[in-house]
């Protein structure tokens, strides 16, 4: 008679895939995300989008135009600082060489094409660019001080059919380019009018930018790192690294990169403590197993007791939500400095699981809690216009293209 092992026996796979560390498994990352690259940054009439341009390449565009290098600095304050959008508003600069950089160039924005609203007073802007590609942001208000997270995305669709994200189902469009990133930033301030930036301590509206959005980032992590340097720039809009948090599915080759180079706050979607539960909902996990995935944010240069590793755990009732699964969460999470965020699943249109008790939740808290880990039920918010955790989707459809193209695993 055969014995049944304990259900906890072997739960994740050994950590084998040092490969997956190697700078050609970077490489090959970094190659495959070009693939999906954005369109490029000048308009029909030939002007260039200046929104998006590392400083050096900004310096570079100007000397091409007989300018010398200290107009950049000049260019960033209007542009980052102040929020202007129109050449004719940057009084520092004479009007000839105003009408001159007009002709040439734009400081552009993504068109909101719907903004929403919820009874929560959540707002989701649904972002049309310029080759009439959509993606979603939303911003969520803190509801007891003037701030507030703003949710970006980083790709049109996802190429990682995570099985409970309504995302997931609409599969990867294109990447979105680093004007794109910063631009739905920039935006979503518009609407709220916080121009200019406020600068060191002084309160913001949109304090804090989650890269949970569509997407995964560090699948399109070069435009992701450009972005959020320039957000960071302290002459802009000088937002702190410690306000920007990248939440992925576990590209482990990448986290380190993201850690070293960014600094900023990471987020991982774990969802599941099995292996095979997880090779389920989040397919990632086949080539990168939860093992080599806790090993990687052991190491995450970024993470400290002031700043946390969040686990974003999503509960789907009778799937992922028992008490065992609740220890074996926190065994495999000890040692880290590491809160978790437990999400109430959002059901959308078609999906398979079911959102857990509001008892299953508490007593699934509490055990994370008693071993000393925040553990906080995060309540889903903006769910009136589909704009919480896994909620997003949009209609872009990849453009058909020919013969010998990429197909759209990404992975
Ligand atoms: S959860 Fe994130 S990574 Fe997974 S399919 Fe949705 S958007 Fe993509």
Redesign the pocket.
Known sequence: MSIAPPLYARPVREAASAAALTDDERSRILAKSAQFAPPSAVLPDGRRDLVGLSRAELTEILTEIGEKPFRTKQLWHWIYHQGATDFSRMSSIARPLQEKLAERFVVGRPQAATVQTSRDETRKFLFRFRDGQEAETVYIPDRREDRGAVCISSQVG?????T??H??TQGLVRNLGAAEIVGQFMAARDSYGEWPSPKGETPRLLSTIVLMG???PLYNYENIAKAMKIIMDGEGIGLSRRRITL?T?GVIPMMDQCGEELGINLAI?LHAVRDDLRDEL?P?NRKYPIADLIAACRRYPAASNARRITFEYIMLRGVNDSEADARELVRLISGIPAKVNLIPFNPWPGSRFQPSTREQLDRFAAIVMDAGFASPIRMPRGRDILAAC?Q?RTESQRARRSSGAPGAENT
């Not at 996802?158 to 995570?162: D, F, I, R």
């Open positions: 996802c190429t990682l059919s995570c409970f994200c995302t997931g569509m997407g995964e939440s599915s979607s989040v990632l896994g997003l």
